[in-house]
């Protein structure tokens, strides 16, 4: 290890341990909500599902950017050895399944009361699997009649996933049977990973025929389909629930608000350059998205700018956000990379049209019309680098890593353990019996690096290196990290942090 306490495990093919076909299907008469329209989001028993950012709601905890609506509270440091910079991060191969062809979409990790955990992810091949988390056994396996980019998401019993033929499949998340197949009128691809309205059990998601779908899929039938004013959709349009609006972005530099009750257009944003990132929906109000001209940008819920923060590259990454107990100000000064280059822009609302990122000072802030409650965004950048900033877009810490950064980081909270390299389980029922816990984030870059940054300082505590590129973005639960990989293979690393 060096200075960083970098750790670098190859993971050759050729040694890989493949998935096996298994029959690991979900009980019988699992008491569970399909999530009908009119009644109000509810599963029971108690079901965890994890993709890209975060979320927690009614007793489900989604960690989605792609399907997230207001972010979680972080675990935050209570370890001393992470206060003292103190820890290292060691990696240990679990599982590798090949899917024929690059995965570039983000695995979907479910977990539901009596019934393992489950992976679900497809690939550039059209395979679609479902893998058990712990072991790596394929539970099923669904051949689609295209590539597959989008990301899978949960709604109630199904599993609801973009591909390539134009097509938003509705799988069985149990069997991998085909419930329905809806094709968008063009047939133009859907990348797009859907999202779900919980209220309602309605499935959003774009496609690039330039418009927004909403879909009941119990019911089999179109809700919404609205015209986005120019450009496909390629990002993932994203949930705020508390408002009941949605925001998708566009390839035109566009992010539109939607009313989700009504199917309306309520405002549109302009950028200057495509949107790849996804947005990302902010507690109080908002939204946050990357852009391709270098910029990150925070809307509020009326469409205004409040603020943006321009990065020395593309932004194709989305922000993953987090609420910390008490936000890192503190932080040694030696954890933190040089802030000197940052520059912020923080503007007032107005009663004018939403205009383009201004082209004025960028080192002058301007004092803003309001304030929303605390939190942290992390995004990467082409730049090479990853960010973290606080809720009016002041840098907190910025960390070069090793290649361009594409997909979305991901938090989540790590227990040391100085005997051996298994994570010790949480006891989050009683906050009293917790163990000493460190709140870390996973990136990936695009050449396959996988980083483990210590989230409120972003000092580096280890790192792997994949076998291809990476534009999956990745999990991290219960000390076990997925994600997808362009040799073909969806992997699975424990990842576990011990003293030096």
Excluded at 152 to 170: M, N, Q, R, S, T
Excluded at 217 to 246: D, E, Q, W, Y
């Amino acid at each position: 290890t060096d200075g960083e306490h970098n750790v670098t495990v190859p993971f050759p093919p050729s040694s890989a341990k493949r998935g096996t076909e298994g029959d690991m299907r979900g009980k019988e008469g699992d008491n569970m909500d399909v999530f009908p329209s009119a009644k109000r989001f509810h599963i029971a028993p108690p079901l965890l599902s994890w993709c890209r950012g975060a979320r927690l709601r009614d007793g489900v905890h989604l960690l989605a950017g792609v399907q997230g609506e207001s972010p979680r509270e972080a675990e935050w440091e209570t370890c001393p050895l992470a206060l003292q910079g103190g820890l290292r991060c060691v990696f240990g191969h679990r599982w590798a399944v090949d899917t024929g062809k690059c995965v570039d979409a983000s695995p979907l990790v479910v977990c539901q009361e009596g019934t393992p955990p489950a992976v679900y992810c497809g690939s550039h091949s059209g395979m679609f699997v479902s893998v058990a988390l712990h072991s790596g056994e394929v539970r099923w396996r669904r051949r689609l009649s295209d590539r597959v980019e989008s990301s899978a998401c949960l709604c109630g019993e199904f599993i609801c996933v973009g591909c390539y033929d134009g097509c938003l499949y509705v799988l069985n998340r149990h069997d991998g049977d085909i419930h329905w197949c809806f094709q968008v009128p063009s047939r133009d691809p859907v990348k797009s990973s859907p999202a779900v309205d919980p209220d309602k059990g309605w499935v959003w998601f774009g496609s690039h025929d330039q418009h927004l779908y909403c879909l009941d899929v119990l019911g089999k039938k179109v809700v919404f389909r609205l015209h986005l004013g120019g450009g496909s959709c390629f990002s993932s349009p994203c949930v705020a629930i508390g408002n009941r609006i949605l925001y998708a972005a566009t390839l035109a530099g566009a992010v539109v608000a939607v009313g989700m009750d009504v199917g309306v257009v309520l405002w549109r944003f302009e950028c200057p350059k495509p949107i790849f990132s996804s947005p990302c929906a902010l507690p109080g109000g908002g939204v946050a998205f990357g852009c391709v001209d270098g910029s990150v940008y925070v809307i509020d819920k009326e469409g205004h700018m409040v603020c943006s923060y321009l990065t020395s590259g593309p932004v194709f990454s989305s922000c993953c956000c987090v609420i910390p107990p008490v936000l890192p100000g503190n932080c040694n000064a030696s954890h933190v990379t040089e802030l000197c280059d940052h520059q912020v822009t923080m503007m007032a609302p107005t009663n004018s049209s939403h205009g383009l990122h201004p082209n004025g000072d960028l080192d002058t802030p301007h004092t803003a019309a309001t304030f929303s409650p605390p939190y942290l965004l992390y995004c990467g950048s082409h730049d090479k680098c990853v960010y973290c900033w606080d809720n009016q877009l002041q840098l907190v810490w910025k960390r070069e890593v090793a290649s361009e950064v594409y997909s979305i980081p991901f938090q989540a909270a790590l227990v040391p353990d100085s005997t051996d390299h298994t994570p010790v389980a949480m006891d989050n029922s009683n906050p009293s019996l917790l163990p000493h816990r460190v709140s870390c984030l996973c990136v990936c870059t695009v050449l396959g690096q996988v980083f483990i940054l210590q989230a409120a300082s972003g000092v580096i505590l280890g790192h792997m290196e994949l076998p291809g590129q990476v534009y999956s973005s990745p999990v991290l639960v219960d000390g076990l990290l997925v994600v997808g990989c362009r040799d073909n293979n969806l992997y699975c690393m424990s990842v576990a942090l011990c003293s030096n």
